[in-house]
């Protein structure tokens, strides 16, 4: 078929079988993906050209799970500016949304709490080199060389998920020039509380299984006077008492 012809054969999606246009079609591993598909994958996900047609059918298994997951997820906190995180500590569970009231429609990752690995805050410097200009029109650098220094806050969100690693939520709004300033220092401090929120999430559960695991210590119940295991409420198995936690 030679070189043109194998370039503009037709192609098909080997998700959906939508024929592919030669600029709506997405590369894979094996196969193709049509933009449609492709909009329906995470918005944390990067690997696509390295992907198989399998992997990306697993994803978007995923990703239609996860539509019940937003339907019932309920936010009991909302940290953030224009990109925000909004966490459900009654399903233990947070999500990360750039939309406003609508934010279901875009089916975000419903994440657990336990999947957080790591959470750190990040300023990043953007240098921009100021030129003076000369009576011909041409710019040269200043000696020594001068620059206008902008500031981003992010909070880097490490996540253990098959699709995705790590997340950044930005926490200014706008570039910010001044490090040290009221808005630098408002937009670290958003930054400290969403990783806050979300590590101290994430160790309370593990403190939880670390508990639960610890071998139990027989205990005399001071209203029946058993010997006692007490439930997970510090109740007496017999009686009910409330023998509170052990000291």
Request: hydrophobic share 35%; charged share 30%; with cysteine.
């Amino acid at each position: 078929m030679g070189l043109f012809g194998s370039l503009f054969e037709k192609k098909s999606c080997d998700i959906c079988g939508k024929e592919l246009g030669l600029l709506g079609k997405r590369k894979l591993e094996d196969g193709y993906l049509c933009k449609d598909c492709a909009g329906e994958l995470s918005p944390f996900f990067s690997e696509r050209r390295s992907s198989t047609v399998q992997d990306i059918r697993e994803q978007l298994a995923y990703r239609e799970e996860n539509k019940a997951r937003v339907s019932a997820f309920t936010p009991t906190r909302t940290l953030g500016l224009r990109t925000r995180v909004l966490i459900d500590d009654d399903a233990r569970a947070f999500a990360i949304t750039s939309g406003g009231a609508s934010w279901r429609e875009a089916n975000p990752d419903i994440i657990d709490f336990h999947q957080v690995t790591g959470c750190i805050v990040d300023v990043r410097e953007t240098r921009t080199e100021i030129e003076r200009e000369l009576e011909d029109g041409t710019t040269v650098s200043y000696d020594p060389p001068r620059y206008d220094i902008d500031y981003d806050v992010f909070t880097i969100i490490q996540v253990n998920s098959p699709y995705f690693d790590e997340i950044s939520v930005k926490t200014n709004a706008s570039r910010i020039e001044t490090q040290g300033s009221p808005d630098y220092r408002e937009a670290v401090h958003l930054a400290e509380e969403i990783r806050d929120a979300l590590v101290g999430a994430r160790d309370a559960i593990r403190d939880e299984a670390i508990a639960a695991s610890a071998p139990k210590a027989a205990r005399t119940c001071p209203f029946c006077g058993a010997t006692t295991f007490p439930d997970a409420n510090g109740r007496c198995e017999y009686c009910g008492g409330a023998m509170g936690s052990a000291q």
